[in-house]
């Protein structure tokens, strides 16, 4: 059987993959089983940072494991605690958990917030978190029921309770159901990323960082897809002139392996306390290691990197023929195509480019390091298949 068959025989259905088996690749660049060579904008969902086969990366990891892969979190070791003292040296926060994923992220940090709230007024009357329309936080029950869209709460239920929705367009919205209900936070994606590439206005989040200091709400950030570099600035929150009081992030951190972090402020820093929350895999010294390697290379000219390549794209699509609108942030873009994504991605792909879809856009979520002769093959491609 091939690997297709296989995989339709035995893999859960949960997927609709594209028609690519990817096999080898480096940077950039991947490679199909017949050897077809592709440019990848999509780095399995800004996951692989510095794209395939990273040089620098493969040496911390392989390094790592050649000493211990795994020791579970009864014992100390280097790379978890030198990967959190990076993060709250780079943050000002001063608290790490870390686990697997993103959604684990996020059931840490609607955890730490509840537990944060409980302490507080002594009871479970302000649990409730104010999330927003259009967001995505995860798979599992509870970052569904924090999810803002309508069609992720059916088949699964009961969901987990204690969340409710803000409109972004409508920052008034914040007051009205921080007053109406017994609220603890406030926790949102600065760009939207499932929910279409669509980055908050200035105005919304300032109005959610006055409303959280009204009402003594935590301010909650999920980075999980636009951390890392990936808008630009090491975290998105850092474009917006705040400093949020939990923050989760994975995708990027890693590189390409499992991580997720929930990073946590002065106000919840000592919240969670043994046997309050754990993780067997989380802050795995490989997975550690490997973080440890990106986080240490997003500097100054890194990141200046990224807005130089977001500029670019920009310049070549917007206004371009085909496209309605881009959106987003740094190298996290969206595209508003005038022909169904679904033929764009296609086409995409028979001309040796991977990109990626979000609701009706393509996604755009290259490598931060893409060499700019193959972002401009790339852009070439996707341009040409825009304009049809």
Known sequence: MTVKELDAAYVAHTYNRFPVEIVDGKGSLVYDETGKEYVDLGTGIAANTFGIADDEWIESVTRQLGRVQHTSNLYYHKPGAELAEALCARTGMKKVFFCNSGAEANE?????????????YGDESHSTIITLKNSFHGRTITTLAATGQD????????????FVYADPERPEQLEQLARENGCCAVMMELVQGEGGVTALS?????AAVKTAEAYD?????DEVQTGNGRTGKLYAW???????????????????LPIGACLMGEKVQDVLTPGSHGSTFGANPACCA???????????EMLA????????IREQLEGAPGVKSVTGMGLMIGIEPCRPAADVVKGCIENGVLVLT???????????????RLLTKAVDVLKEELAK
């Open 305 to 312: 990197g990224v807005e130089k390549r977001a500029a670019f």
């Open 108 to 120: 840490c940090a609607i955890k730490a917030a509840r537990r944060w709230a409980f302490q507080k």
């Open 238 to 256: 850092m474009h917006y002139g705040f400093t949020p009081d939990i923050m989760s992030t994975a995708k990027g951190l890693g590189g390409g």
């Open 217 to 221: 709400l935590l301010l909650i950030t």
């Open 151 to 162: 069609g992720f709460h059916t088949e699964f239920g009961p969901f987990t309770p204690g």
């Open 358 to 372: 979000a609701k009706s856009k393509v996604r755009l979520l290259p490598a931060l390091n893409i060499p700019m």
């Open 290 to 300: 490997g973080a440890l390697n990106v986080l240490q290379r997003l500097d100054n």
């Open 202 to 206: 200035r105005e919304f989040v300032d």
